[in-house]
T-cell receptor, first 115, second 113 residues
Framework: SAVISQKPSRDICQRGTSLTIQCQVD?????MFWYRQQPGQSLTLIAT?????????ESGFVIDKFPISRPNLTFSTLTVSNMSPEDSSIYLC????????????FGSGTRLTVV | TQLLEQSPQFLSIQEGENLTVYCNSS?????LQWYRQEPGEGPVLLVT?????EVKKLKRLTFQFGDARKDSSLHITAAQPGDTGLYLC?????????????FGKGTKLSVIP
């Protein structure tokens, strides 16, 4: 299965600033997925990033707050904009293992703390 | 919004004991996945079950998919400290896009030496 490099692994940011998270995959993939894992909560899908088109956002997530880039088939970024303490969370990127319904491979996550 | 109920939420057991984690929904899954997540890491896929009644084994871990494909269980035999972690189930629902999963809240397992 694919190997994903995600960075930064953690960051502490001031409220009102923005942070860009990067994910690099060691093989070409059609779709990349961005998740949020809030403390004590499960994973929630933020958006699906396709190369060459705009990302598809889930209910409750908007492009202005979480802009996503997907410049090629091995790379994607997620920006958390105008951060507030409520954005403190773990952010994870993932790709499908074969067909998506058969599982995901995840990056190691970015632990974000907003102060 | 589809819900996946996972229980128990926390589990602390002695090394050598057996345990079972449950994942339930009122909806039918097209597939069900189990992941383990350790602190500071992303979830790692353990198994995917697709067929109702399916049983898969991974060393001391046994995964079962309910006949109606609405529930699943993870049984660990003779737990070891290395089994400590957060266990997550995730379901792909029939009718949803094949890349759309719903995750349970997880079971945090601690195995005490």
């Amino acid at each position: 299965s694919a190997v994903i490099s995600q960075k930064p692994s953690r960051d502490i940011c001031q409220r009102g600033t923005s942070l860009t998270i990067q994910c690099q995959v060691d093989s070409q993939v059609t779709m990349m997925f961005w998740y949020r894992q809030q403390p004590g909560q499960s994973l929630t899908l933020i958006a699906t990033a396709n190369q060459g088109s705009e990302a598809t956002y889930e209910s409750g997530f908007v492009i202005d707050k979480f802009p996503i880039s997907r410049p090629n088939l091995t790379f994607s970024t997620l920006t958390v904009s105008n951060m507030s303490p409520e954005d403190s969370s773990i952010y994870l990127c993932s790709v499908g293992v074969g067909k998506g319904s058969y599982g995901y491979t995840f990056g190691s996550g970015t632990r974000l703390t907003v102060v | 919004t589809q819900l996946l109920e996972q229980s128990p939420q926390f589990l602390s057991i002695q090394e050598g004991e057996n345990l079972t984690v449950y994942c339930n929904s009122s909806s039918v899954f097209s597939s069900l996945q189990w992941y383990r997540q350790e602190p500071g890491e992303g979830p790692v896929l353990l198994v995917t079950v697709v067929t109702g009644g399916e049983v898969k084994k991974l060393k001391r871990l046994t995964f079962q998919f309910g006949d109606a494909r609405k529930d699943s269980s993870l049984h660990i035999t003779a737990a070891q400290p290395g089994d400590t972690g957060l266990y997550l189930c995730a379901g792909a629902y029939s009718g949803a896009g094949s890349y759309q999963l719903t995750f349970g809240k997880g079971t945090k397992l601690s195995v005490i030496p």
